[in-house]
């Protein structure tokens, strides 16, 4: 009886420790997603999109998330909000970090997510965001490597705003943190959107393209990754980085997106 015990405690153990290794993969091993778009630019740009930090650490200073994205050699590089969360004050430290780290590979533009502009100190965060290098882009468009970009922040995804702030002329690139606003983002002709907020459905089925749950969409959501295409426009949506109020990824490995526009 004793030896069936202790195989029972070592098999458990073995179990235990074999769960523990599959979760600490799907949230700390890094994988490179690309995709190529055709037809928003004459030449050939480069551009690295990540999202829902959330004060995520990759090593120290980050270093595993810095040095992948500086082997792409990006022209510039897009975050699409949710860089820290709401309730961890740490996360500012690891994000301007990040944000000083990057910006010494390529400039850095960015959009606040809902955890951003739910922060009361948001307005203090942003300033500190701008000081570390980051272009921010909150209801503003500006003109980089001849695209002309525009960003929405996290408070403006469901107004009018985009109506209001939408240049004349070229659209190329909008930068929104929800992704189930695909058809109002389209409205405006924007050739490629930019998103994330859904954390790739969190827990996602395998062997398919599902994901359990995302907020604002519910359980079984559309919208968690990939390429989407509504009228002319095409979203891509990053599974993010970090984690927010629910703590593990499962079959949902943090992603760095690189797009290739040719």
Not at 71 to 87: E, M, V
Request: charged residues 20%; glycine residues 10%.
């Amino acid at each position: 009886m004793g030896l069936l015990w202790l195989w029972i405690t070592l098999g458990v153990i073995a179990f235990v420790a074999l769960i523990s290794l599959i979760f600490w993969l799907n949230n700390n091993l890094l994988k490179i997603t690309r995709y190529a778009f055709f037809g928003i630019s004459e030449k050939g740009i480069k551009v690295v999109h990540l999202s829902d930090l959330h004060g995520k650490s990759f090593g120290r200073k980050n270093e595993r998330l810095i040095k992948k994205i500086a082997a792409q050699n990006p022209d510039f590089i897009c975050i699409t909000g949710d860089i820290i969360h709401l309730y961890r004050p740490r996360d500012k430290v690891v994000a301007l970090q990040t944000v000083s780290a990057l910006k010494e590979i390529a400039p850095v533009l960015y959009v606040a997510g809902n955890h951003e502009m739910r922060n009361k100190g948001y307005r203090f965060f942003r300033k500190d965001l701008m000081e570390a290098g980051a272009e921010v882009l909150d209801d503003r468009t500006v003109e980089t490597f001849g695209l002309v970009v525009t960003g929405l922040n996290g408070a403006s995804l469901k107004n009018g705003t985009l109506s209001k702030i939408a240049p004349q002329g070229a659209r190329d690139i909008l930068l929104a943190h929800e992704p189930q606003h695909i058809a109002r983002y389209a409205e405006h002709g924007y050739k490629l959107i930019l998103c994330g907020h859904a954390h790739g459905g969190q827990w996602r089925i395998p062997f398919t393209k599902k994901g359990l749950f995302a907020p604002g969409q519910g359980v079984f959501p559309k919208y968690t990754s990939g390429v989407h295409c509504c009228k002319n426009s095409q979203m891509v949506i990053s599974r993010g980085l970090g984690n927010s109020e629910f703590p593990l990824r499962l079959f949902n490995r943090p992603e760095i997106v690189v797009i290739e526009i040719n």
